[in-house]
């Protein structure tokens, strides 16, 4: 398959057995993926397999079992890694974008920073991206430094760059903010910060599971990501880190698979990325990540980014249309997220009031506590597609808002 016009999205959205259900006596409208993406039929299908058939546990047993669960573990981290462009072996597997960002912070930040550096975030970051770095500074002394945005939900440039100074040691980054739905230019902004040796880590947890994703292209130094987001299992995720950070980061957490040798008196770790994944790792879910990836893959990223495009601009042109309604974000490269509020109205009883119409859409915070003051709302409704959603539900989701609408005036 290549470009949309030759896909059969209708014959893709059937590959969602979720998707088929009624909420509430009515044809569920889930859009509510970047919270969690909803399963194709194949990565169920993966999990089911591989309890049923290939279960055992990874690198501890020569049985045959044991040979297949960590071919079957290990091949989903080599696609992974080809999806990502990276190589397998600078590609950590762990739970998802929190404990990866956890990871950086612990294991390359916390030894490193001084009480004279800086950490540069941005107002856009969910709070994995910013919690971690606080507890850092608050070890370390070091200063938490936040770039602004303009009003369109845009990282203000400029005003990044020149919060790059000599005392910036590391930048935090979304590379699709989660409320906003901006794309950030972060091969540029990462290009900026090495001129300045500054070391850069990305979140791309919203960025993978929407659009093509060239980490190598990127050129930062730390990339995470979460598998629920991307169709796959929860409890899935990765963190890619040049070699070299890989090597002379220290472990962060100690156990069973991250080591070579183990003495009382000292320990030989694994190379990485063993190092870096202590204990029994989430093996189905992985295998399922990996099925996800096959799947996404046969689809095409950029179709996917094309087809989420066309459904956001058709959501987005009809949200414009109903009056009181504000939207937050219109940032010219935007991925298939609204936040939005209706004036008078509180999300949660707009949200509640939807989920009685069959539409699923996140109402609240929405892990972005800064993001939110920044906007002055207290919370707002988020309305977040993939692209097995279709046209008719953006369609039926505007007839539902606007019957809620009435119902609350
Ligand atoms: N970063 C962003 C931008 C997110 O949207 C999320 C999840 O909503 C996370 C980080 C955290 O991901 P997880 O809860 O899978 O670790």
């Known amino acids: 398959m290549g470009a949309t016009g030759t896909i059969d999205w209708d014959k893709i959205r059937a590959d969602f057995p979720l998707l088929r259900r009624q909420v509430h006596g009515k044809p569920l409208i889930y859009f509510d993926s970047a919270n969690t993406g909803q399963k194709p039929e194949c990565v169920i299908a993966a ?29 989903a981290r080599r696609k992974l890694a080809a999806f990502l462009n990276v190589r397998a072996d600078e590609l950590v597997l762990c739970s998802g974008t929190t404990f990866a960002l956890n990871l950086v912070a612990y294991s390359w930040a916390l030894p490193r920073l001084k009480a004279s550096d800086a950490i540069l975030l941005t107002r856009m970051e969910h ?38 100074t000599p005392e910036v040691k590391l930048l935090a980054v979304a590379h699709v903010s989660n409320v906003l739905g901006t794309v950030n230019p972060v091969a540029e902004i990462c290009r900026q910060a090495r001129a300045r040796g500054i070391t850069t880590v990305v979140d791309g947890s919203q960025a993978v599971p ?42 962060f957490l100690g156990g069973g698979e991250m080591i070579k040798e183990v003495r009382f008196d000292g320990t030989v770790f694994n190379d ?3 190092k870096f994944e202590a204990g029994t790792p989430n093996i189905a ?35 414009r249309k109903i009056d009181g309604l504000r939207i937050f974000g219109s940032a010219p490269e935007k991925a298939a997220v609204i936040s939005f509020a209706i004036d008078g109205v509180h999300s949660h009883d707009l949200a509640t009031l939807l989920d009685l119409e069959g539409v699923a859409v996140r109402s609240g915070q929405h892990c972005a506590h800064p993001l939110l003051q920044w906007l002055g709302v207290g919370t707002t409704c988020r309305a977040s597609l993939a692209f097995y959603n279709t046209h008719a539900e953006v369609e039926a989701f505007i007839a539902a808002l606007r019957k809620v609408i009435r119902l609350l005036a």
């Open 285 to 319: 879910g992985f295998v399922g990540l990996g099925a996800a990836v096959d799947y996404l893959s046969g689809i095409g990223m950029a179709a996917i980014q094309a087809r989420e495009a066309a459904l956001l601009a058709h959501a987005s042109e009809e949200l």
């Open 127 to 164: 709070h994995a991206n910013i919690v971690p770095w606080q507890l850092i500074a608050q070890r370390t002394g070091a200063t938490l430094r936040v770039a602004e945005l303009r009003p369109d939900g845009s990282l203000d440039l400029p005003a990044l760059y020149a919060a790059m």
């Open 272 to 274: 990485p990325p063993h």
């Open 210 to 251: 929407h659009m093509p994703v060239d980490i190598a292209a990127i050129g930062c130094d730390f990339y995470a990501f979460t598998g629920h987001k991307l169709c796959g299992p929860t409890g899935t995720g990765g963190l890619w880190a040049k070699r070299e950070h890989l090597q002379a980061m220290p472990p």
């Open 47 to 75: 999990c089911d397999d591989f309890y049923r058939r290939h279960n055992a546990n990874v690198s501890r047993a020569v049985h045959q079992l044991g040979s297949e669960a960590t071919e079957a573990f290990e091949g």
